[in-house]
């Protein structure tokens, strides 16, 4: 019997992986659901008899769906890991909120990452742009000695509740105290 030490420490282990995981995943769906657009130059969709707006809604809603097997993948995985584990006293299974929690996340990195994936290379040369503004006026406030870090400042605003990311910061334990 594996004693309540070993096992919060293969689970806070395994934890850090969650939220890269659900970031991934949410990166993967949001780039395949345009990249055969980005191959054709959007010449199919822009055919179709359906208004552009209406045509991004099904397909978001369509890579929303595509999310569903592994949030389920997980949370039969997590159910199945709880079962075989002999949960001691004093420690607590979270299955549904880590299955929960993943796929909060997944859904927004798939949010942003479609958002970005919907436009031009030119839109998105905007935004990455904008993350080397944020770096390069980091790095010069730094270069005068000052204290403030504008990099860390932002990820702080949205990494912190209630910003957008705060969903991938915090303890993503299934077994916990």
Avoid: C, K
Avoid at 20 to 46: K, P, Q
Avoid at 99 to 110: D, Q, S, T
Avoid at 152 to 162: I, K, Q
């Amino acid at each position: 019997v594996p004693s309540a030490g070993w096992i919060l420490q293969t689970t806070r282990a395994w934890a850090v992986w969650f939220p890269a995981l659900a970031a991934a995943l949410g990166l993967l769906v949001a780039t395949t659901a345009w990249r055969d657009d980005h191959r054709g130059s959007h010449v199919y969709a822009l055919s179709l008899p359906i208004e552009r707006w209406r045509f991004a809604l099904l397909r978001f809603a369509a890579g929303a769906v595509l999310l569903a097997a592994p949030l389920l993948a997980l949370w039969v995985g997590s159910l199945i890991a709880v079962a075989a584990t002999p949960i001691l006293p004093g420690l607590q299974a979270y299955p549904n909120a880590l299955a929960l929690r993943f796929g909060l996340a997944a859904f927004v990195a798939y949010g942003i990452f479609f958002a970005v994936s919907s436009g031009t290379s030119r839109t998105a040369a905007y935004a990455l742009g904008a993350v080397a503004a944020v770096i390069v006026i980091d790095v010069l406030v730094r270069a005068t000695g000052a204290e403030l870090s504008i990099g860390r400042e932002v990820m702080a605003l949205l990494t912190r509740a209630p910003g957008p990311l705060a969903v991938f910061t915090g303890r993503w334990m299934l077994i916990d105290v």
